[in-house]
């Protein structure tokens, strides 16, 4: 789906490369969505993004964050206990459901607006491999605020460890002078 705000040529997937550019800014346009920059950058690649499928059909995310020891989480969180934050696993999802928002269309820049319930079920440790995220949009508004709420799992070698609800992101206008 292209409309003017698009810079790039949307992607079934998109490299870290990709994604790091997109946090430079100016990826869907000037003003527009842009992921975080690294290290809150919290993943590698999206292997899958689309306008639909997913748990309600109505689009779906998997992205994925190679797990290494060297991370910067591990080294203070916890000394002795190492284990990535479950705050980071969150934000993961928002910025998933961010992403989704300006790769699909819509102007503005993406906020964290709430969540509805969270349940964590394991760690992410330094022993950890690959996590994967798996977003089902569940709901997507357009217009004036743009608002998308969106179901998300993470797993940790195929172990689901993190379930959310109703994430919701919305696409915040500038505004004039």
Same mark, same amino acid.
């Given at each position: 789906?292209?409309?003017?705000?698009?810079?790039?040529?949307?992607?079934? %997937?998109?490299?870290?490369?990709?994604?790091?550019?997109?946090? $430079?800014?100016?990826?869907?346009?000037? %003003?527009?969505?842009?992921?975080?920059?690294?290290?809150? $950058?919290?993943?590698?690649?999206?292997?899958?993004? %689309?306008?639909?499928?997913?748990?309600?059909?109505?689009?779906?995310?998997?992205?994925? $964050?190679?797990?290494?020891?060297?991370?910067?989480?591990?080294?203070?969180?916890?000394?002795?206990?190492?284990?990535?934050?479950?705050?980071?696993?969150?934000?993961?999802?928002?910025?998933?459901?961010?992403?989704?928002?300006?790769?699909?269309?819509?102007?503005?820049?993406?906020?964290?607006?709430?969540?509805?319930?969270?349940?964590?079920?394991?760690?992410?440790?330094? &022993?950890?491999?690959?996590?994967?995220?798996?977003?089902?949009?569940?709901?997507?508004?357009?217009? &004036?605020?743009?608002?998308?709420?969106?179901?998300?799992?993470?797993?940790?070698?195929?172990?689901?460890?993190?379930?959310?609800?109703? $994430?919701?992101?919305?696409?915040?206008?500038?505004?004039?002078?």
């Amino acid at each position: 789906m292209t409309t003017p705000h698009d810079f790039h040529t949307p992607k079934s %997937g998109y490299s870290k490369e990709d994604l790091i550019r997109s946090g $430079l800014g100016g990826y869907f346009g000037p %003003g527009n969505a842009q992921l975080p920059a690294p290290p809150m $950058l919290m993943m590698d690649r999206i292997v899958e993004i %689309g306008l639909d499928g997913g748990e309600f059909g109505k689009g779906r995310v998997v992205a994925e $964050l190679d797990i290494n020891p060297d991370l910067w989480f591990f080294a203070c969180h916890f000394v002795g206990d190492p284990v990535m934050p479950g705050c980071l696993g969150l934000d993961a999802m928002w910025q998933v459901i961010g992403y989704w928002l300006g790769w699909s269309g819509s102007p503005g820049k993406g906020r964290a607006l709430g969540v509805g319930e969270v349940r964590f079920r394991g760690d992410v440790t330094p &022993r950890t491999k690959l996590v994967r995220y798996e977003v089902s949009l569940k709901q997507v508004r357009r217009g &004036r605020l743009a608002l998308a709420v969106a179901n998300g799992q993470m797993f940790a070698d195929g172990v689901a460890i993190y379930a959310a609800s109703d $994430l919701r992101v919305g696409m915040i206008q500038p505004v004039e002078d």
